[in-house]
C-alpha cells in the first residue's frame, strides 16, 4: 500500500508564508493563518511543502488502507486560498461572502471578501467535526 503524500513535516510555517512572494497573498495567509489558529486552538504546522494546517485525526477505510490527516487547514494558492476540512455544502456557507467551492475545500480569494467571523464559525465547526 501506497504511503500518504500529505503528512506533517518539520518545516517553519513562518518561513512557508515568508516565502510567498506576492505582499497581498502573504498578507491573506497570515491573517488566514491567525484566524485557524484563533479558531482551532492549535499550532499550525505544515502538511506536505505548501498546506498549513490545525490539528489531526486518524482515519481508517475498510479496504484496511489508514493514516493520519489534518483536522483543518489552508494552502496559499496563486488565484485563491484553498480553506480544507470546511463542509462546502454547510448552510452557514451561504452567509460567508464571495467564495468557490471545489471537493472537500472553499476557494476564498480575500478574507476581505468574506465574513471572517463565519469563516471563523465555520473553521471552529468542522475542527470540532474532525474530532
Known sequence: MSKPKTVPTASDVGDYLAGIADDGRRRDAAALCDLMRSATGEPPVMWGPSIVGFGRYHYRYESGREGDSLRVGFSARKQAPAVYGIDPEDPATEQLGKHKTGKG???????????????????????????
Request: proline share 4%; with cysteine; charged share 30%.
Open 105 to 131: 475545500c472553499l476557494y476564498v480569494k480575500t478574507p476581505a471578501d468574506v465574513d471572517t467571523r463565519v469563516l471563523s464559525d465555520l473553521v471552529r465547526d468542522a475542527y470540532a467535526r474532525m474530532a
